[in-house]
């Protein structure tokens, strides 16, 4: 198809941009959120989920890795559509992080005083580190260091203040 022919079927780049995106956003679902259900609920619930996202983080179809990621690096401040829909699929995916966290201390795998918010920021904030250093660094103990991280924040989660 022809760049004008592109462009007629959207509208515009912002347009065609935000169909990339929504397409993504389904994608993600598919790959990590619909086989993570069958897990079981609690932490081996958050630990196929975290498999699955580092797994699809990695996906050598995806040449620059997440494509979330790297919009939010890019769009993280220009104003506009683009920023706005990234901005709220990162809110909506990181308040899934506290539903599972939530989940888990339900389930009796994590004490009934984890900062449930706190544990999703670490836990997106691993995957963020692992994405940065397998990408940039072509650090090939990324996954490995994010599944250990994982790990300790599982056994040692952060706790509310008192």
Known sequence: ????????????????????????????????????????????????????????????????????????????????????YVSEQQRQWRQSLMQLVQSAIKHGDLPTDTDVEQLAFELFSLVLACHHDRRLMAESSAASQAQRGLERLLRHPPLKSS
């Open 1 to 84: 198809m022809s760049k004008s022919g592109v462009f007629a079927h959207f509208g515009s780049k912002e347009e065609l941009q935000l169909a990339v995106l929504k397409q993504a956003a389904d994608d993600f679902i598919a790959h990590v959120l619909q086989p993570a259900i069958t897990s079981s609920r609690g932490t081996a619930r958050i630990q196929k989920v975290f498999e699955l996202w580092l797994r699809y983080s990695a996906l050598d179809e995806q040449a620059g890795g997440c494509l979330f990621i790297a919009a939010a690096a890019e769009f993280d401040d220009r104003p506009g559509a683009i920023r706005d």
